[in-house]
């Protein structure tokens, strides 16, 4: 099979992508935004241009719920590449054995290199190689295979990006595999309250022009400016709040004060 004569992403692995970024990307922290965007703007040139890096890997991490999956996904079908794979936890539960996922995850690598321009998604790597902290179980020959894959180079006229999230950064080092990364990319949550006007601002609807009222209600009940939310939890609860209105504006955002209030003491406290 010849150069990019290998079916890319967009088809069945479009549909994918589009699900992992479903409620899009919205740019709360713009210093951080700009930063991820930028740094990953130059890898791409970089392994493009260069006669001997030919390869990047990303390494995206934060909290949970930090839209670590998301970003990864928006960069992926932003990129342009002619072939795009992810790799996620429910995609390898076709596979009974670790050897056959090890296998797959091999041949996605392998396919790759048929193609002059590809990107991986590893996506969450903690359940990829099912990790389990009681006990501190995992699977070894998953763990190699990740780490030879990541670490092998493509051919000269071949150029590949590779993107692998996780939620937990001390695993990745646990595992030594940290420094194996050309970037470690930081995916913030929601700190305060001023990155949250500016979710509700971007979400519009009974939040329009209500933004500031919404979060100084909120302050009021937790006593700080505060957040520290992911952008996942934040979006789950606006649908919920949303869907559960019933078209009522007055009970969605008071619904949406209360439960956010509610989840910022939990977890500040």
Not at 190 to 212: C, F, H, P, Q, W
Request: aromatic share 8%.
């Amino acid at each position: 099979m010849g150069v990019d004569k290998v079916k890319p992403a967009f088809g069945s692995h479009e549909e994918e992508l589009e699900i992992l970024v479903e409620r899009g990307i919205i740019p709360f922290n713009p210093t951080s935004f700009d930063s991820i965007f930028r740094q990953i703007g130059e890898l791409s040139r970089t392994i493009e241009t260069s006669p001997t890096q030919r390869k990047a890997t990303v390494l995206f991490h934060g909290s949970p719920g930090s839209g670590t999956t998301a970003m990864a996904a928006r960069l992926a079908m932003d990129s342009g590449y002619s072939f795009i794979r992810v790799i996620t936890p429910k995609s390898l539960l076709r596979f009974k054995s670790e050897m056959a996922k090890r296998d797959h995850v091999t041949q996605i690598f392998s396919d790759a290199e048929r193609s002059k321009k590809s990107l991986i998604v590893l996506d969450k790597l903690e359940y990829l190689i099912d990790w389990i902290p009681l006990g501190n179980a995992y699977s070894p020959i998953l763990v190699s295979a990740i780490r030879t894959a990541l670490q092998s180079d493509v051919p000269v006229d071949r150029h590949q990006l590779v993107f692998v999230t996780t939620t937990n950064y001390s695993l990745v080092k646990m595992f030594e595999l940290h420094n194996i990364f050309d970037r470690k990319v930081f995916v913030p949550p929601v700190m305060d309250l001023t990155e949250l006007t500016r979710i509700l601002a971007a979400k519009g609807g009974s939040y329009k022009g209500n933004e500031d009222w919404t979060c100084k209600q909120i302050q009021a009940k937790t006593g700080s400016p505060t957040v520290r939310l992911g952008i996942k939890r934040l979006l789950g609860t606006l649908e919920i709040c949303r869907v559960s209105s019933q078209g009522d504006a007055r009970v969605e955002v008071e619904g949406f004060i209360e439960s956010v209030s509610e989840d910022i003491i939990s977890e500040n406290s």
